[in-house]
């Protein structure tokens, strides 16, 4: 069984966490994004925020099943699609779980003709902490997660797009009561995202 044979389970979070995930949805509705790839998408929890064509790539087939619209079984580190095949490659969190980066930015680079939107759970923010210290004791999912700093992340991006924009969401910690927020453009929230675009362009 796949680790991430779960679509329930992972649903069930966003049904409980209503304030935190509005405040992440409204952070990809800002990057106006259109007609992409959804790596690692999970059962789709941010496509209706993104305009056109939405292709969803997962490495579980039992997740795959449960979705509806266009959907591609694969491993991230290797996506089977031409070069250029796509305006736009997204991904939210799936990073934290993927063994090479370097590599899954170059297959990144080569699948998009526009730009790509990476986001994350930052290892140095409060909810980055409270992962990594649920992982330490053994939890499904975080035991197998290594999550990145935000400067990692920047740098990391930066390697293969021109960065365009940051957005960042989230203030307060897991401990706190959840608060409608609106994004900045800083570093400075727990969930941040970055919107690249090709160099070549």
């Not at 490495?59 to 509806?68: A, R, T």
């Not at 293969?160 to 609106?182: C, W």
């Amino acid at each position: 069984m796949n680790l991430f044979d779960d679509p329930d389970g992972y649903l069930n979070w966003y049904r409980v966490h209503k304030v935190t995930y509005e405040n992440e949805r409204k952070v990809i509705e800002m990057l106006k994004l259109e007609n992409c790839i959804d790596v690692g998408s999970g059962p789709s929890i941010f496509h209706e925020r993104i305009n056109g064509r939405v292709v969803s790539v997962d490495i579980s087939e039992l997740v795959l099943q449960s979705m509806k619209g266009d959907k591609v079984q694969a491993e991230a580190h290797f996506l089977p699609f031409r070069e250029g095949a796509f305006p736009c490659v997204f991904i939210s969190v799936t990073l934290c779980f993927l063994d090479n980066l370097e590599e899954f930015m170059r297959e990144v680079e080569r699948v998009t003709r526009s730009y790509f939107v990476g986001c994350v759970v930052k290892a140095d923010s409060p909810w980055g902490e409270f992962y990594s210290q649920l992982g330490s004791r053994g939890h499904k999912y975080y035991s197998h997660a290594h999550f990145i700093s935000g400067k990692d992340f920047v740098t990391l991006v930066s390697k293969f797009f021109r960065i365009e924009k940051v957005l960042s969401v989230l203030r307060y910690g897991p401990a706190d009561q959840e608060t409608p927020e609106f994004p900045r453009e800083d570093e400075e929230g727990a969930y941040m995202c970055i919107k690249g675009v090709k160099k070549s362009q």
